[in-house]
């Protein structure tokens, strides 16, 4: 429901990261969610073309990488692998965890960028061939 | 053609985080305790605030609450009643508040001034998805589940109540007729949310508010002695 809201947010941040790049193309973002960030991964990519559409960003592909919840397990004293969110209790010896250690994560891990220079080297090769990029 | 990986590993609600974290280093300082409430649209968090600002203001505690709705201003003037002070923030179809929001609604909101609160109630949108996303710099947040909406409402919403403090159940002077499943829904949140504190109430009747204002005062006696922040009572 709010994955619009997100999408704005990801062109803001990788727009400004995108200062200390100057003339950079965006290639691909590529994004970690967890399983608990409230986050609908096919609603972030049918958000994705309009909301990026006159940005830096446009026509960067988006590539998610969904983060499974991993708890602390008082009982076995170490972290454990949930299966999915739907009970919170430790995979092997069935007690309850509330110690949640990975699974609300929502970021930008890396961006892919075609920086300047080359994208004139590579237009002037394009145009040399008369291909039209 | 060659391309550049650059490493970012940014929040993607870094800004809002941020903001969060600097109101809740305000109410700190200031002493009030913040609790966000969120439930679906329908719960009955209005009647149940209501009831808690009725009923803390009789004991002298001095208490406001900060309203979001999409678009009318009706939830601000039923609380209003009680005689707190009220703010309606209107989100104009925004599915959630934010820090933000809440930031520029204290600034300028006249007669009040934190340090001259105990307690600060944020009534969310009604909405039991989106609002898990948005830190608003809250010490508690409250998820509360009505009798009418099925008792599989935590597993259907785990991030919701999985993210949440306390749990309460409304509206339980008709669970009867109802068919409500008391011993499914605690054993549901419990799933979710193992250890969390789980209150049944009526707005109604006023059943289950003692234990919900004795476990209010826990919580500010708490802040004020610094401890952090409530951890789940974990029962193996």
Redesign the interface.
């Known amino acids: 429901?709010?994955e619009l809201?997100?999408v704005a947010?990801?062109v803001d941040?990788?727009t400004e990261?995108l200062e200390s790049?100057p003339g950079a193309r965006v290639?691909e973002v590529r994004?970690r969610v967890g399983a608990?960030?409230?986050?609908v991964v096919e609603s972030l990519e049918f958000c994705w073309g309009i909301a990026t559409d006159g940005t830096p960003l446009a026509g960067a592909r988006l590539l998610v990488k969904t983060v499974p919840v991993v708890m602390h397990c008082?009982?076995c004293d170490g972290d454990v692998e949930l299966d999915g969110?739907?009970?919170?209790?430790c995979p092997r010896c069935n007690?309850?965890?509330?110690d949640?250690r990975q699974g609300?994560e929502?970021?930008?891990?890396?961006?892919?960028?075609?920086?300047a220079d080359?994208i004139e080297e590579?237009t002037a090769v394009s145009k040399q061939n008369g291909v039209r990029r | 053609m060659t391309t550049r990986i650059v490493e970012l590993r940014k929040g993607i609600l870094k800004k809002n985080d941020e903001l969060a974290a600097g109101l809740r280093s305000r109410y700190g300082a200031a002493g009030v305790l913040v609790l966000n409430l969120v439930s679906s649209p329908g719960t009955g968090k209005t009647a149940f605030l209501e009831r808690t600002l009725r009923d803390l203001r009789t004991k002298g505690i001095r208490v406001a609450a900060l309203v979001g709705d999409l678009e009318t201003d009706n939830d601000a003037r039923r609380l209003a009643a009680s005689g707190a002070p009220v703010r309606q923030i209107n989100t104009h179809g925004i599915c959630h508040l934010d820090a933000e929001m809440i930031d520029r609604h204290l600034a300028g909101w006249e007669g009040v001034e934190l340090a001259g609160l105990d307690y600060l109630f944020i009534e969310n949108v009604g909405n039991l998805v989106c609002p898990s996303s948005y830190d608003l710099g809250e010490r508690i947040r409250v998820a509360l589940l009505s009798v009418t909406e099925g008792e599989d409402k935590p597993l259907k919403y785990p991030t919701l109540f999985n993210s949440a403090d306390a749990a309460v159940i409304t509206k339980m002077d008709i669970a009867e007729p109802c068919g409500f499943d008391r011993d499914l829904a605690v054993h549901n949140i419990n799933e979710i949310r193992p250890g969390i504190r789980i209150f049944e109430t009526s707005s109604k009747t006023g059943a289950g508010m003692e234990e919900w204002l004795a476990y209010l005062g826990e919580q500010r006696r708490a802040l004020e002695n610094n401890d952090s922040a409530p951890p789940a009572e974990l029962v193996l």
């Open positions: 429901m709010h809201s997100i947010s990801i941040s990788v990261s790049y290639e994004l608990l960030a409230s986050v008082a009982a969110v739907q009970s919170f209790r007690a309850p965890c509330s949640l609300r929502l970021e930008i891990e890396a961006i892919e960028i075609e920086e080359q590579s």
